[in-house]
């Protein structure tokens, strides 16, 4: 595969490593009263679509940044790659 | 034995003999010949046995697809099974033998066999073998491996090597037959990067094996015209001798390029290399493959595919035979008749199962309209043919054509479904094509060659204008446009005698009416009941006719019966291709500890910690075994001063106005208050709750930081830590990059560490107590000027520094460390009593941090800070995790001092079954303390805190040992931290 | 009293071999310092860093060279540069600290890579062994740089000539990534 680096254009697959969902991004406030629940809904339940899915690659062989990964599940076909910093900036994530 | 069969004409230089041998025979050819072409040239038509029956066969095709003619070429531990002498380029001295059969090929004793073939049709493994029970190991299965099978291996390491490479391009022609050709040809002059590879080691594909004309003069000149006009491209990559194998994701394709195999001797070069193309756009113009029909004994030598008849006629100038018959269902199948006889061979028929009027009127042949074959004869080679009327027709030689197949394999590889044409009856390349791929030409059923010339022509002018070039307006090459004509007939069903489909793997047309007869239907199970279609030519030549047999036996249209699904490798790949060069110590690369050239010149015992090599021990002269060299190292470190080489531990230099409190998220405990100057231990979790990792962070600076990991975890922290600051807080002002090998770090440990330092850190650092106390760190300078870190740390459990130094004075720093250290015989240890020690002082390390065990489990839980969340606080509290029973790492001492432990063993309670039911936790670390003359272990066990004193069993069924262990604290070597403040 | 003399050993000995069409040497006189750019504060970083350098800051993916020559501005990443120059003393990082004055974080890099540099007509057909960048002339112009792996070892690869290429890959390795790029060149020489 290859994946089409925001910044540094179309790179080989091999020099990134998957972790999965970009749900992953979305860690639960601790401070919420089901904070426990949440937190197991993030560390265990994930969604797995035959499609499209949203997904984290960190290019370690790279420039070490996490990317947001657009990848349909059945065609392998990347419709987006978005840095990872900046999603998890637009999702409202900071300090 | 002279070369009967060689006739004029065709692209051999007959200004070269090369000799070869056969079986020991001695035999001659030219350059430009196959392995295939020689031998028929020598008039040797048996070239081996089949699979099951061990029938005698002969060479089939010309081409990659071979079923029949597989050989092992070369000798000794170069040996290679399974070639396919049809692609096997003929060298001066090559040595190729017959596969499959005991005694001479002539007189396979084991040949017998084909007389059991009633019990061994479709699925007689299943059936036959099931009983006794016992038989099979020992008859059964030796039997059938005796008898059954390829070629055999030398059992020799392979001595060639072997390369992997990357290749970009713009556009990738696949196949340089005519279509090929002329795309290459028109895309290379708009200057877009070309590749075009060809399996063959000859580019032109079907344009040397035929006679037709293009632009005015022989096919085959017009080849070596564009060739050479092609090779004088800059932006085009001529790869011959190249098989594209597979088409990946995102226009990513393997390719294979033999390098060697057509010399005597690889001269120390790579064999093959295994190329990786990555290409914006494809176009395949893999030709097409004739298919045969299935009649009663079609599988006898002589027996061969039509267009693989003129091909060894007009390519290599070959008689296949002296008298030849033609049965066909199509019109090209006239074109070998006329080629043939246009080169002096004799016609003794042509069998055309259409009716209707012969389309060629050939001298002295029998044409036979609405013919049908229903048996030949000829034990070792082909000598005559019975037609349905009762007509034998002696011939030598019998070419077949069954239609031919558009080469689609490739437009299938990511799961892409061909469609039926009718017109054809074939599949050609279906609408889901890989990203990127077009076809052209016979691969897109375009078999006529003039319109295949235009068409890629067309797709490579279409192609390298959508890349933004502009395309060159040459018209294509003009060339005869014969239509294809034919009329679909697979098989004679007026045949009484076995007919195969497949030759490769001796399936017939009744094992395919059997298996449908038993119910498997789905063509995917007719491969793998019958093994139709597996094998080295993954059914090229069998695949269809199969499914058109299934589809007569269903009563439904080929189409409804399905295909089955292509997959890589389109033909095989050598196992040490693929490994290229990652065979033994080059499988992965070996990382060095900066002071590595003198702990080898020292006498150091290395071992390998994932990538690292670390000193294990330093044996001296006279000591009997590692324990007694290990046991020393310890206790001459706990005596005076030893030196360890832990530069292994990852080091992450962390900078930023909020890196202290990026660190309080990652770590359990708190990191806000640590001064500079100062380290502190630090534990990470897991999300879920699970210990991670643990290591130390010291405090350079107001926003400076190093961290240390596990030498385990280096990698994986830093991506962890990465994801922190990038997905989970990317608001904090934080920035991250090893330094692990940057800095040579050596552990100094002992009580005369602080002695030996004094000796060579620079004027005016003051090592004492007060002002260098346990946990405080420093930039300094040592042996006049060199810049160096120092950490008051210690994993041993004694007065202990850590000192850095750039890591191309490592090497020297540690002959220095050792030199400063002589007054107190300072000595060098390794991994081995780095583990002795640690064990002894009560640390947790990789063993304990398993992926099992909890702060609470490691007796942590005080470093689980109560004020602040971080990664896997939430989860870590989980009442499971909490439970009153809980497992604590604890120390185990044996009851019976001289006993050793085991790790891995578990505990059970006295006088309780050892059985899991009981299972109280297990021993995770051990070793013999030198210390304490004997045996010490860590372990977790429930409530282990709680149950100091109390004797258990240490049983490890696996290794047949139980011993009673007493539970006691971790901490066995001065529990109280006394030395290492001091 | 003992000679407490320190002395430093380049990686692979000053390593340097003429193949056929290949030239391969380390590079052991540089000095590397890693620069971090500041969160919210990057414009004025990269300021500072022209200011100080003389050198603007080149993209992500391009480096850019000093007119002197002896210092080269490599981009890494949106918020990383890594300096390389000529630099005698073993003070690299206070040194580029003092400059910058605060403006970036800097970590000293010098003894983390082990700097090949490949050079000579053929140096592009060896380095297809290993390299899965695309160094086609035109896709991979002088200066342009990129972070891969070749062998299973993290590289940078620069171009800094039409025919030569620097390497740096971690310095713990440099035995197997010379001999990576030894047997590129061999195979292919």
Redesign the interface.
Known sequence: MIINHPLLGPRDAAEFVYLGDAALIDRPDPSVADAAEKFHEYGYLRDNPAGEHQELWYHEQGDRSWLVVTRNTLSHEISKVELARDVAVARGRGR | MSQTNRIKGGLVDRSQTLKFTFNGKSMQGHPGDTLASALLANGQKLVGRSFKYHRPRGIFSAGSYEPNALVELRTGAHQEPNTRATVAELFDGLTANSQNHRGPLEFDVMSGVDLLAPFLSAGFYYKTFMWPKAFWEKIYEPFIRMSAGLGSLSMQEDPDVYDKGFLHCDLLVIGAGPAGLSAALAAGRSGAKIILADEDFLFGGQLNAETYAVDGMAGSGWAAQAVAELAAMDNVRLMNRTTIYGAYDHGIFGALERCTDHLPTSGGKPRQILWKIYSKRSLLTAGATERPIAFGNNDRPGVMLAGAVRTYANRYGVAPGKRVAVFTNNDDGWRTATDLADKGIEIAAVIDSRDGTPRASIHGANMVMGGRIVDTAGRKGLKSLTLSNGQVIKADCLAVSGGWNPNVHLTCHQRGRPNWNDDLSAFVPGDDLPVGMSVAGAANGTLALGAALKDGRDRANEIVKDLGFKASRKAAPKAEDEAYKGAPFWHVGESRKRAWVDLQNDVTVKDIKQSHAEGFRSVEHLKRYTTLGMATDQGKTSNIPALAIMAECTGKTIPQTGTTIFRPPYTPIPMGALAGRARGKNFRPTRLTPSHIWAKENGATFVEVGNWMRAQWFARPGEKGWRDSVDREVEMTRASVGICDVTTLGKIDIQGKDAAEFLNHIYTNAFLKLPVGKVRYGLMLREDGIAYDDGTVARLGENHYVMTTTTANAVLVFRRLEFARQCLWPGLDVHLISTTDGWAQFAVAGSNSRSLLSKIVDDGFDLSNEAFPFMACAELTVCAGTPARLFRISFSGEMAFEIAVPARFGNAMMGVLMQAGEEFDAVPYGTEALGVMRIEKGHAAGNELNGQTTAVNLGLGGFVSQKKDCIGKTLSERPDLNRDDAIRLVGFKPVDPAKPLLAGSHFINKGDTANMANDQGWMSSVAFSPIMGHSIGLGFIKQGHERKGEIVRAVNPARGSEVDVEIVSPHFYDPEGGLQRG | M??????????LGHYSKGFKGVDLREIDDNSLV?L?L???EESKAIKAIEAAFGIPVPD??HSALAKNGAMRLLR?????LFVVFLYEG??SEPYIADKLAGAV?S???????VTLEISGPSARAAL???????L?PD?FAIHQL????M????TIIIRTAPDTYLLMS????????L??VE??IE?VA
Request: hydrophobic share 35%; proline share 5%.
């Open positions: 003992v000679d407490l003399n320190l002395k430093a050993e380049p990686f890693s971090a500041p969160l919210g992500v993916g890494l990443g949106r918020d990383q073993m003070d974080y970590t000293d890099q010098s003894h983390v890579w297809e062994r290993i390299c899965p960048i695309d086609n896709a990129a972070r891969t792996n062998e299973h070892l993290g971690a310095s713990s390795s440099a035995g197997s990534f001999h990576a047997t590129s195979n």
